[in-house]
C-alpha cells in the first residue's frame, strides 16, 4: 500500500481554484497531514475567446489535472463539481464532495438592484446555457451577451461597462470575499442551479485507496446525496456540462427533493420541468431519483 506522506494538489491557478485548494489544504493541514499545492494553466484557461461549449466543454478545466494524477506528480486534484465531467475517465473517481456553498446564482450590476430593475433590452452577460434559457423565460427582453474568463474578469468586464448587469454563482463571489458585489440572490425557484453549483469534490486515482480513506473525514454526505441527484440527471441528459440544463437538490432528514429544468437555446418555447422527491439514504438512490427527473424532462421534450 502507498504511504501518504506529504500530499500534493493539483490546481488551476484562477484566484477561485486556489482558494478552493487552500481550503482542502487547510483541512488537510488540519488533521495533521503536510500538503503543497502544484499550480497548472489548463486548456479551459488558454481558451477565452470562444464559449466553452463549442470547444469541448468544461472537461477542459480538469485534463491536465488528472494527467498530473496519472504521472504521480499530485494525489488530489480540486475542483468545482459543476466543472467536473458526469462521467470521469477510467482509473479516476470522485473520492470526496464537501460541504456545499450558497448554491444560487446571483445577479451583479453597478445600477440596477434586481433583475427586475433591469430597462427593457438590458445587456445581461454570461455564457452559461443554463442562464441564457432561465433568464430567458423570466425577462425575454433582455440582450444577453456572451462573457467569458476568470471571476476577477468577468467583474472587470461588466465594471468597464460591457454589460448592465452579469449573473455569477453567489459560491465563487463568497468564497473570494465578493459578496458585496452581489445585488440580488436568486430563489433556485426562479433561477435554478447548475448540477454541483457550490459544491467542490476532490478527484483522486481510483486505486489510492490510501487517500480515499484520508478524505473521508472530509466528506459531507447530505451534499454527497445532493449532488449525485443532481449529477445523474445531467448524466442522463447526456453528460455533458454545458448542456441548457438545470437541476437543484435539496435534503431535509432523508428526504431528498430535485428540481430539474431544461431549455431550448434555439427556440423561444418555454422550460420543460421536472421534480421527484423520496427518502434516499445511499448516493446509488438519489442517482437513481436523477434518472427518473431525466426521465420526465425528456417526456416533455428535453434532448
Ligand atoms: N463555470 C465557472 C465556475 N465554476 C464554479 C463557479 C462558481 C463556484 C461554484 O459553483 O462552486 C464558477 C463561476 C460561476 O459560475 O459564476
Known amino acids: 500500500?502507498?504511504?501518504?506522506?506529504?500530499?500534493?494538489?493539483?490546481?488551476?491557478?484562477?484566484?477561485l481554484a486556489l482558494w478552493q485548494a487552500e481550503h482542502v489544504q487547510s483541512l488537510l493541514t488540519q488533521r495533521g497531514r503536510a500538503v503543497s499545492l502544484l499550480g497548472m494553466t489548463t486548456k479551459g484557461d488558454q481558451i477565452l475567446d470562444r464559449s466553452l461549449s463549442k470547444v469541448g466543454g468544461k472537461g477542459l478545466f480538469v485534463k491536465e489535472l488528472e494527467v498530473a494524477l496519472e504521472?504521480?506528480?499530485?494525489?488530489?486534484?480540486?475542483?468545482?463539481?459543476?466543472?467536473?465531467?458526469?462521467?470521469?475517465?477510467?482509473?479516476?473517481?470522485l473520492g470526496c464532495v464537501l460541504e456545499r456553498e450558497d448554491p444560487r446564482d446571483?445577479?451583479?450590476?453597478?445600477?440596477?438592484?434586481?433583475?427586475?430593475a433591469l430597462p427593457q433590452g438590458a445587456v445581461v452577460g454570461t455564457s452559461s446555457l443554463r442562464r441564457v434559457v432561465l433568464l430567458r423565460a423570466l425577462r425575454p427582453d433582455l440582450r444577453i451577451e456572451p462573457l467569458r474568463g476568470n471571476l476577477d474578469t468577468r467583474l472587470r468586464?461588466?465594471?468597464?461597462?460591457?454589460?448592465?448587469a452579469i449573473v455569477l454563482a453567489a459560491a465563487g463571489l463568497k468564497r473570494l470575499?465578493?459578496?458585496?458585489?452581489?445585488?440580488?440572490?436568486?430563489?433556485?425557484?426562479?433561477?435554478?442551479?447548475a448540477a454541483g453549483q457550490g459544491a467542490l469534490g476532490i478527484e483522486v486515482r481510483s486505486d489510492r485507496a490510501d487517500l480515499l480513506a484520508l478524505l473521508e473525514?472530509?466528506?459531507?454526505?447530505?451534499?454527497?446525496?445532493?449532488?449525485?441527484?443532481?449529477?445523474?440527471?445531467?448524466?442522463?441528459?447526456?453528460?455533458?456540462?454545458?448542456?441548457?440544463?438545470?437541476?437543484?437538490?435539496?435534503?431535509?432528514?432523508?428526504?431528498?427533493?430535485?428540481?430539474?429544468?431544461?431549455?431550448?437555446?434555439?427556440?423561444?418555447?418555454?422550460?420543460?420541468?421536472?421534480?421527484?422527491?423520496?427518502?434516499?439514504t445511499s448516493l446509488e438512490q438519489a442517482a437513481s431519483l436523477g434518472e427518473q427527473v431525466a426521465a420526465q424532462l425528456r417526456a416533455g421534450g428535453a434532448h
Open 217 to 280: 473525514p472530509l466528506a459531507h454526505h447530505g451534499t454527497w446525496l445532493a449532488v449525485s441527484a443532481e449529477r445523474a440527471v445531467s448524466r442522463a441528459m447526456g453528460g455533458s456540462c454545458s448542456m441548457p440544463l438545470a437541476a437543484h437538490a435539496t435534503l431535509d432528514g432523508a428526504v431528498l427533493r430535485l428540481d430539474a429544468a431544461w431549455g431550448d437555446p434555439q427556440a423561444a418555447a418555454p422550460l420543460v420541468r421536472g421534480q421527484a422527491v423520496a427518502t434516499v
Open 157 to 164: 468586464k461588466l465594471d468597464e461597462g460591457q454589460y448592465d
Open 71 to 93: 504521472e504521480g506528480r499530485a494525489d488530489l486534484a480540486v475542483h468545482s463539481l459543476k466543472d467536473v465531467p458526469m462521467d470521469l475517465p477510467a482509473g479516476f473517481s
Open 106 to 116: 446571483a445577479l451583479v450590476s453597478p445600477q440596477y438592484a434586481d433583475l427586475d
Open 1 to 15: 500500500m502507498h504511504l501518504v506522506s506529504s500530499i500534493v494538489i493539483a490546481t488551476r491557478e484562477s484566484r
Open 177 to 193: 470575499g465578493l459578496a458585496e458585489r452581489i445585488r440580488q440572490v436568486f430563489d433556485p425557484s426562479r433561477m435554478l442551479p
